[in-house]
């Protein structure tokens, strides 16, 4: 049975990226395609690691915390993946801890300018009477 196997453009338009990122994936050792003849073609893995890339890029995880994860997957080493586990855990609880006290800090700046709004529309509002 023949793996599928997806051309750059092809995986650039199902993704919408440019090819322009995909080989930049490539340089950084995240994606290795394989070569047939002249062109470049990515396997099912190449495929899954792109999927778990733009997501951990989606959800603000460096490019060196994609890889080390990636690099945890190692099946025959840790058949449970108790490994990758761990580090997703770890660096999730952190990312969320992050966002919390961002939201806290979002959540003061509106009501501050919320605050600072409203006493220049009752100063405005007061001069024109």
Partial sequence: MQQKLWTISELAEEYQISTR???FYEDKGLLE??????????SYKDHARLKLIL???RLGFSL????EFIGLYNTELDPELTGQ???????????????KQQQLDL??????????KSEC?????????
């Fill in 85 to 99: 586990l761990q580090f997703l855990l770890t660096n999730v609880q952190d990312k969320l801890s992050i966002l």
């Fill in 64 to 67: 060196e915390e994609i890889k």
């Fill in 21 to 23: 990122s995909i080989r």
């Fill in 55 to 57: 997501r951990g890029k």
């Fill in 121 to 129: 529309l009752k100063r405005l509002v007061s001069r024109t009477q």
């Fill in 33 to 42: 395609p394989q070569r047939v003849g002249a062109n470049r073609v990515y």
């Fill in 107 to 116: 959540a003061m700046t509106l009501d501050e300018l919320e605050h600072i």
